[in-house]
T-cell receptor
Framework: TQLLEQSPQFLSIQEGENLTVYCNSS?????LQWYRQEPGEGPVLLVT?????EVKKLKRLTFQFGDARKDSSLHITAAQPGDTGLYLC??????????FGAGTILRVKS | DTEVTQTPKHLVMGMTNKKSLKCEQH?????MYWYKQKAKKPPELMFV???????INESVPSRFSPECPNSSLLNLHLHALQPEDSALYLC????????????FGQGTRLTVV
């Protein structure tokens, strides 16, 4: 059983559409991170959310941490082809054990 | 400098070969990680080093042997691998402690033939 459940697993949308990716767990995390990965490259850290209820914005990306610090979401407004990639949420279970959700493969068509 | 450097970028090895993957960071990070990633799957944690000591081994087969010569370097020694070990091997580092943020290298694409 995955500690962090991500949904959807795959998303194919047209340029200009909005989308939301969810990351859920039954466990409480001190923080959650979101990464984006392109094929053949390592994941790149987008944001870390720490405080329950926190909302962070990174241009067209909005990240939210649930009040109970068990879930997080990533919302992309007006998606562009350059947003295509694998989006991963990750949490520190304990003692530097960073574990990942299953990932969401996003494809934005022009 | 927020870079984690991995070498080589690509590696093809036979099942009887011995090879090593190398990772280097100069961010003063005290935790370093090895992950294995299959295509379209998330990274799977293999090993964690904290202050140059192995702190987590996720039941990885002994044909994978990690080494941390100093706080900036992390190696993964490979011996007698199987074709199913072919994957992208990722190194990462972090400051350690709570709310850890990991920085990843570009990975080594390993093919076992």
């Amino acid at each position: 059983t995955q500690l962090l459940e991500q949904s959807p697993q795959f998303l194919s949308i047209q340029e200009g559409e909005n989308l939301t990716v969810y990351c859920n767990s039954s466990s409480v995390f001190s923080s959650l991170q979101w990464y984006r990965q392109e094929p053949g490259e390592g994941p790149v850290l987008l944001v870390t959310v720490v405080t329950g209820g926190e909302v962070k914005k990174l241009k067209r990306l909005t990240f939210q941490f649930g009040d109970a610090r068990k879930d997080s979401s990533l919302h992309i407004t007006a998606a562009q082809p350059g947003d295509t990639g694998l989006y991963l949420c990750a949490g520190d279970q304990y003692g530097n054990k960073l574990v990942f959700g299953a990932g969401t493969i996003l494809r934005v068509k022009s | 400098d927020t870079e984690v450097t991995q070498t080589p970028k690509h590696l093809v090895m036979g099942m009887t070969n011995k090879k090593s993957l190398k990772c280097e960071q100069h961010m003063g990070h005290r935790a370093m990680y090895w992950y294995k990633q299959k295509a379209k799957k998330p990274p799977e944690l293999m090993f964690v080093y904290s202050y140059e000591k192995l702190s987590i081994n996720e039941s990885v087969p002994s044909r994978f042997s990690p080494e941390c010569p100093n706080s900036s370097l992390l190696n993964l020694h490979l011996h007698a691998l199987q074709p199913e070990d072919s994957a992208l091997y990722l190194c990462a580092s972090s400051r350690g402690g709570p709310n850890t943020e990991a920085f990843f290298g570009q990975g080594t694409r390993l093919t076992v033939v």
